[in-house]
C-alpha cells in the first residue's frame, strides 16, 4: 500500500505560480500511474494530470494544458505539479494519487492509494 503525502499548497493571487510535491514511497515498484485530483466542496473530484511511472507519458485534463506540468523525481519518490498563470477557478483541495491502468484515463476510479491533499487558493 502506497501512502501518498501532499505538500506544497497555498494562498497566491492569479496569474502567479504554485509547486505542489508528492511524496510516494516506493511507487515505481507497485504503480502504474500517479496522478493529481483536485476537489471544491459540494463538487466532484476532478482529475488535474497523471504520470506514468516507468516512463515519460504525461496526460492533462483539457483546462490545465499549457499552464500545469506534472512531473517526477523517482531516486526522491516524489511527483510534483506545476501549477503556472493560476486562475481563481483552479482553487480547490489537490490530491495526489496512486494506481491508474492506463494512464491515459484519468478515472479516479482506477486509484486506490489518497493522499489528504493540500490547498491551493487563488484569489482575484
Known amino acids: 500500500q502506497i501512502y501518498p503525502v501532499e505538500s506544497g499548497g497555498d494562498s497566491v493571487q492569479a496569474g502567479g505560480s504554485l509547486r505542489l510535491s508528492c511524496i510516494a514511497t516506493?511507487?515505481?515498484?507497485?504503480?502504474?500511474?500517479m496522478a493529481w485530483f483536485r476537489q471544491v466542496p459540494g463538487k466532484e473530484r476532478e482529475a488535474v494530470a497523471s504520470i506514468a511511472t516507468r516512463g515519460l507519458a504525461t496526460y492533462y485534463t483539457d483546462s490545465v494544458k499549457g499552464r500545469f506540468t506534472i512531473s517526477q523525481d523517482v531516486p526522491k519518490e516524489t511527483i510534483y505539479l506545476e501549477l503556472a498563470a493560476l486562475k481563481t477557478e483552479d482553487t480547490a483541495m489537490y490530491y495526489c494519487?496512486?494506481?491508474?491502468?492506463?494512464?491515459?484515463?484519468?478515472?479516479?476510479?482506477?486509484?486506490?492509494?489518497w493522499g489528504q491533499g493540500t490547498q491551493v487558493t487563488v484569489s482575484s
Open positions: 494519487a496512486a494506481g491508474g491502468v492506463v494512464c491515459s484515463d484519468l478515472s479516479s476510479e482506477f486509484y486506490s492509494s
Open positions: 516506493k511507487y515505481t515498484y507497485t504503480t502504474n500511474c
